[in-house]
């Protein structure tokens, strides 16, 4: 088989040290790409880039993995890029092995089955998630999601699978993708149906609220307001313990604009992913869930706290015979690395 042109004409030129050097140093400056939904940027034509590659970069320098060289090219030919990256189905970082099991394609979908084992230590097990670190580079726009499948104490490895969808609802061709993580967290703690002390016959009517930037919001109904992105959230008080819960306080609990508003508060979030879900218990054991919820962070002197703040549309005489309920949860381990594997899909037989 006769090689590819392309390839034989970029092998046969390579880029000046120095010239390398500043490039990257450059490259390496750019905003690392969106979780969960990977569009890929396509700004200047095809052969231009390859213009480019062929007087500035070589094969070699490519396959040597240089990342932001490859993330020059696929910022303006995801194709090009994922042609050049070269095959590698397992990485090792901080003592833990990423290695691709398998990977496969039936219709709009690509499934990708992924093991993480722990060398070193006992990092892992039956709650290991990936932190919504991951990015994927593919030569199509696309959402994904990943969830763990197993995990075998013996050998401390988990396993994990990961759906990736085009956007466009097309079907998947067999191309190769590169798969990155930065982030590993284990031993979760979930607490489920916890009761938060909160006396709900006495509060306030109009607390003190303050503007805040909405980092996150979530609605089980359709009841959510028209905001941009500032929200009026209690100001946080006093921290209270919440019994049996860790890195999670109550931070307020309040009338604000006709509505009841209640406030927790997390440390340490990007590490411990702690969050809650709250909703209210008449005495009949009748459950009424949040119309939405609004979440912001604060930081004061290097420390970072998150916050939640549930809304529901109640009035003071329905509280009196009601108690907040909620579910809690919290990672204990948070293991840092750099993953990467790069491997071809392949259709379903």
């Known amino acids: 088989m006769n090689e590819n042109p392309l390839k034989t004409c970029v092998t046969s030129i390579q880029m000046p040290a120095?010239?390398?050097?500043r490039l990257?140093?450059?490259?390496?400056?750019?905003p690392a790409p969106k979780k969960r939904f990977f569009a890929p940027i396509r700004k200047i034509p095809v052969v231009a880039v390859l213009l480019v590659l062929c007087f500035f970069c070589s094969v070699?320098?490519?396959?040597?993995?240089?990342?932001?060289l490859y993330q020059l090219m696929y910022r303006f030919s995801p194709g090009t890029a994922q042609f050049f990256r070269p095959v590698a189905k397992s990485d090792v970082s901080n003592g833990i092995e990423m290695t691709v099991l398998s990977s496969y394609i039936h219709g709009d979908t690509a499934e990708i089955y992924l093991s993480l084992q722990d060398l070193e230590g006992d990092r892992l097990d039956a709650t290991t998630d990936l932190n919504d670190s991951y990015t994927i580079h593919t030569p199509f726009d696309c959402s994904a999601y990943s969830e763990l499948v197993s995990y075998d104490e013996a050998t401390k490895t988990a396993t994990l699978r990961v759906s990736i969808s085009q956007t466009d609802g097309s079907a998947v061709q067999g191309d190769k993708i590169t798969?990155?993580?930065?982030?590993i967290i284990s031993?979760?703690?979930e607490m489920f149906g916890a009761e938060v002390p909160l006396d709900l016959r006495n509060l306030p009517q109009n607390a003190a609220t303050s503007p805040v930037y909405v980092t996150g919001v979530g609605s089980s109904s359709a009841s959510m307001?028209?905001?941009?992105?500032?929200?009026?959230a209690l100001v946080p008080q006093e921290p209270k313990q919440i019994p049996s819960v860790e890195n999670i306080t109550l931070t307020g609990a309040s009338f604000a604009d006709g509505k009841l508003h209640i406030q927790l508060a997390a440390e340490n979030t990007p590490q411990t992913n702690s969050h809650a879900f709250l909703w209210l218990e008449t005495a009949d054991g009748t459950e009424i869930s949040c119309d939405y919820s609004v979440s912001f962070y604060e930081e004061s002197a290097g420390q970072r706290t998150d916050y939640t703040e549930f809304i529901f549309s109640v009035t003071p005489e329905e509280l009196s015979s009601c108690r907040v309920i909620g579910d809690f949860f919290s990672y204990g381990v948070f293991t840092e690395g750099d993953w990467s594997v790069t491997f071809p899909l392949e259709a379903e037989e």
């Open 225 to 232: 307001p028209d905001f941009d992105d500032f929200f009026d």
């Open 24 to 30: 990257v140093q450059t490259l390496t400056a750019r």
């Open 18 to 21: 120095d010239a390398k050097g």
């Open 187 to 189: 031993q979760k703690a």
């Open 60 to 68: 070699p320098v490519l396959a040597a993995s240089i990342d932001p």
């Open 179 to 183: 798969f990155s993580t930065r982030e």
